[in-house]
RNA sequence: GAGCCCGUAGCUCAGCGGUAGAGCAUUCGCCUUUUAAGCGAGGGGUCCUGGGUUCGAAUCCCAGCGGGCUCACCA
């Protein structure tokens, strides 16, 4: 247990965390895995912050693989059999699902029918988001383990200790939640339904209860997937099922991590290493919901952003709020680059560098060359969806000859930049028509760049510009520029043009000036 | 009511025991036959307040003052 000292004084929080668990089972010396858990309700597609879950626990259990050698194990578990309670505001055939309100979300049908149930389409969605990021772990679907009979000795533990864990519930509910409570709810024999209803205890050593439905009672097994708990209690049967060490949970659950912390006292007393964190905000520092629609989804940020800056935002900080919203995008690309050149600079603070922590522990030789602001920046005042055009601008920015690999990098980011520009620049760009002195002077332009039989070069092209600029605005020569601008790209600046024309060519060059005065 | 977080440059935030930082904004200079997306330099801060610990506190502890969020239905 030694090298735990030669890692306690890393203050990056993946470490911190891993050295809580180790100190845990410190005295254990038997060779034993570390189970990890997080939790996903697939009530509807998943959400950016349960996706922030398991990348912040996988970060903790990189850090527990660095410092000692141990098995683990990433649970993603997905609670499946949970009644769907309301149909989610985005979902495409709101009629058809409602039809489905209170059943277990894996009884549902899929409407889009690609998928055995509306739980598993969920479901498949996180897979699919976590896969992209490489992560490994164990799938674990609630239904399933309910079904199988794996929970059955849990939930007949519970149904021995049902006095027990009522008297720690019920003091925390409402008077009427009162009335209707029970961890057990019974998946209706007739409707299919999950049932929040009273139940009666009618065989502890057998697994017997009783509930009403249609004003009779009616018996059933607490066991096989007869019977799902109603969700702390369920929480806390999981810790001890699958053997829990780690879990980590938003700020919103403390209290029920709390309770149901007091509930497994008396489900076998599993209770894992904790830490909570903060929710995520919007730009107003309101809470981030689908319904809404504000914040960012996962889709979102890899469409203007890598795999890596996103995962650096989540990294960053925790248990503090963070705001997540459009403008982090652009941020964290920058914020990626800089970490990376920090770890190359001084190595002696690898595990404390993001980038570790990102890449788990297998660091990237290179990243890309420009920092992302900057080109979207040169995108915008290139005022260009042409990604040639804009890599030739950026070898001129960067003046240094690009290997394969960072030519690679460039243009994965340029994609990124020109869809940036096309969404968020582009729109609010409005080319303006050229008057006819204008127009007259363009035509003119056209006719000499096209009576040259070469190409022109850059110096070229901006003497022309020049001389025919000066026929319509003799006295000031920046607002013909500021009128080129605005008529070729709607914008009332952008990159010298000269250059400009000289990378796009004639044709192109002609070709866009024509279309201006048409 | 309880819990969690925040208060540092005009704005957004990083730093979390060892000379107060970044980006944007601003000011000035340079380059370019326009504008700059460029380069360089500068200005700007009782690190919310008051105690304590320490050789030393923006940083740790306590108390207060502001602001925000979450929970007390469901998950």
Same mark, same amino acid.
């Given at each position: 247990?030694?090298?735990?000292?030669?890692?306690?004084?890393?203050?990056?929080?993946?470490? =911190?965390?891993?050295?809580?668990?180790?100190?845990?089972?410190?005295?254990? !010396?038997?060779?034993?895995?570390?189970?990890?858990?997080?939790?996903?309700?697939?009530? +509807?597609?998943?959400?950016?912050?349960?996706?922030?879950? =398991?990348?912040?626990?996988?970060? =903790?259990?990189?850090? @527990?693989?660095?410092?000692?050698?141990?098995?683990?194990?990433?649970?993603?578990?997905?609670? !499946?059999?949970?009644?769907?309670?309301?149909?989610?505001?985005?979902?495409?055939?709101?009629?058809?699902?409602?039809?489905?309100?209170?059943?277990?979300?894996?009884?549902?049908?899929?409407?889009?029918?690609?998928?055995?149930?509306?739980?598993?389409?969920?479901?498949?969605?996180?897979?699919?988001?976590?896969? %992209?990021?490489?992560?490994?772990?164990?799938? /674990?679907?609630?239904?399933?383990?309910?079904?199988? +009979?794996?929970?059955?000795?849990?939930?007949?533990?519970?149904?021995?200790?049902?006095? &027990?864990?009522?008297?720690?519930?019920?003091?925390? @509910?409402?008077?009427?939640?009162? $009335?209707?409570?029970?961890?057990?709810?019974?998946?209706?024999?007739?409707?299919?339904?999950?049932?929040?209803?009273?139940?009666?205890? /009618?065989?502890?050593?057998?697994?017997?209860?009783?509930?009403?439905?249609?004003?009779?009672?009616?018996?059933?097994?607490?066991?096989?997937?007869?019977?799902?708990? %109603?969700?702390?209690?369920?929480?806390?049967?999981?810790?001890?099922?699958?053997?829990?060490?780690? $879990?980590? &949970?938003?700020?919103?659950?403390?209290?029920?991590?709390?309770?149901?912390?007091?509930?497994?006292?008396?489900?076998?007393?599993?209770?894992?290493?904790?830490?909570?964190?903060?929710?995520?905000?919007?730009?107003?520092?309101?809470?981030?919901?689908?319904?809404?629609?504000?914040?960012?989804?996962?889709?979102?940020?890899?469409?203007?952003g890598t795999?890596?800056?996103?995962?650096?935002?989540?990294?960053?900080?925790?248990?503090?709020?963070?705001?997540?919203?459009? !403008?982090?995008?652009?941020?964290?690309m920058?914020?990626?680059?800089?970490?990376?050149?920090?770890?190359?600079?001084?190595? %002696?603070?690898?595990?404390?560098?993001?980038?570790?922590?990102?890449?788990? +522990? @297998?660091?990237?030789?290179?990243?890309y060359?420009i920092?992302f602001?900057?080109l979207?920046?040169?995108?915008?005042?290139?005022?260009?969806?042409?990604?040639?055009?804009?890599?030739?601008?950026?070898?001129?920015?960067?003046?240094?000859?690009?290997?394969?690999?960072?030519?690679?990098y460039l243009e994965e980011i340029t994609k990124l930049a020109?869809?940036?520009?096309?969404?968020?620049? @582009?729109? &609010?760009?409005?080319?303006?028509?050229?008057?006819?002195?204008?127009?007259?002077?363009?035509?003119?332009?056209?006719?000499?760049?096209?009576?040259?039989?070469?190409?022109?070069?850059?110096?070229?092209?901006?003497?022309? /510009?020049?001389?025919?600029?000066?026929?319509?605005?003799?006295?000031?020569?920046?607002?013909?520029?500021?009128?080129?601008?605005?008529?070729?790209? *709607?914008?009332?600046? *952008?990159?010298?043009?000269?250059?400009?024309?000289?990378?796009?060519?004639?044709?192109? =060059?002609?070709?866009?000036?024509?279309?201006? /005065?048409?």
């Amino acid at each position: 247990m030694n090298d735990i000292t030669n890692y306690k004084n890393i203050k990056a929080w993946p470490f =911190v965390e891993a050295i809580k668990v180790l100190k845990k089972f410190e005295n254990l !010396d038997k060779k034993q895995t570390i189970n990890f858990e997080t939790g996903y309700g697939p009530s +509807g597609v998943p959400h950016i912050g349960t996706f922030a879950e =398991v990348l912040r626990t996988n970060m =903790v259990r990189n850090a @527990l693989r660095e410092i000692k050698s141990l098995d683990s194990n990433l649970i993603t578990f997905s609670d !499946d059999m949970d009644a769907l309670k309301k149909v989610p505001e985005d979902y495409p055939y709101p009629d058809k699902l409602s039809k489905y309100l209170n059943f277990p979300l894996s009884s549902i049908p899929d409407f889009t029918e690609k998928y055995s149930s509306y739980a598993d389409k969920n479901n498949s969605l996180l897979k699919e988001f976590l896969n %992209q990021f490489d992560f490994n772990y164990q799938f /674990i679907s609630s239904t399933e383990k309910y079904k199988s +009979g794996s929970f059955d000795k849990y939930l007949l533990k519970i149904l021995e200790n049902y006095e &027990n864990i009522m008297n720690i519930v019920l003091p925390t @509910l409402r008077k009427e939640r009162r $009335e209707s409570y029970s961890p057990f709810l019974p998946i209706c024999k007739i409707t299919g339904k999950v049932l929040e209803a009273p139940i009666t205890v /009618i065989n502890k050593e057998e697994g017997l209860i009783a509930y009403k439905s249609d004003n009779k009672f009616i018996e059933t097994l607490v066991t096989g997937g007869n019977c799902k708990l %109603q969700w702390k209690v369920d929480w806390a049967m999981r810790w001890s099922a699958l053997k829990i060490d780690y $879990e980590m &949970n938003g700020k919103d659950l403390i209290p029920s991590f709390e309770l149901s912390k007091q509930i497994a006292k008396f489900i076998y007393n599993k209770v894992p290493i904790n830490m909570s964190y903060e929710l995520f905000l919007d730009q107003n520092g309101e809470k981030i919901s689908k319904s809404k629609g504000n914040g960012l989804s996962i889709d979102e940020w890899v469409t203007y952003g890598t795999k890596e800056s996103l995962s650096l935002f989540m990294y960053q900080n925790p248990r503090r709020a963070k705001k997540l919203y459009f !403008d982090c995008i652009p941020r964290s690309m920058d914020e990626y680059k800089k970490h990376f050149h920090n770890l190359k600079e001084k190595e %002696q603070d690898l595990f404390e560098n993001p980038i570790w922590h990102i890449h788990e +522990g @297998l660091l990237p030789k290179s990243t890309y060359p420009i920092e992302f602001s900057t080109l979207i920046n040169l995108v915008t005042a290139l005022n260009t969806s042409d990604k040639p055009t804009i890599n030739k601008f950026c070898l001129l920015y960067i003046k240094n000859n690009l290997n394969h690999v960072e030519q690679n990098y460039l243009e994965e980011i340029t994609k990124l930049a020109v869809k940036y520009f096309q969404n968020f620049i @582009l729109p &609010n760009l409005k080319k303006r028509k050229p008057s006819e002195k204008e127009k007259i002077i363009i035509k003119y332009l056209i006719k000499d760049i096209s009576s040259n039989q070469e190409e022109i070069n850059a110096e070229e092209y901006q003497s022309l /510009i020049y001389k025919y600029g000066k026929e319509v605005y003799p006295d000031n020569l920046r607002e013909w520029f500021i009128a080129l601008y605005q008529i070729l790209f *709607g914008a009332d600046n *952008g990159p010298r043009l000269g250059s400009l024309f000289f990378l796009y060519k004639k044709d192109k =060059v002609i070709q866009l000036l024509q279309e201006s /005065i048409e």
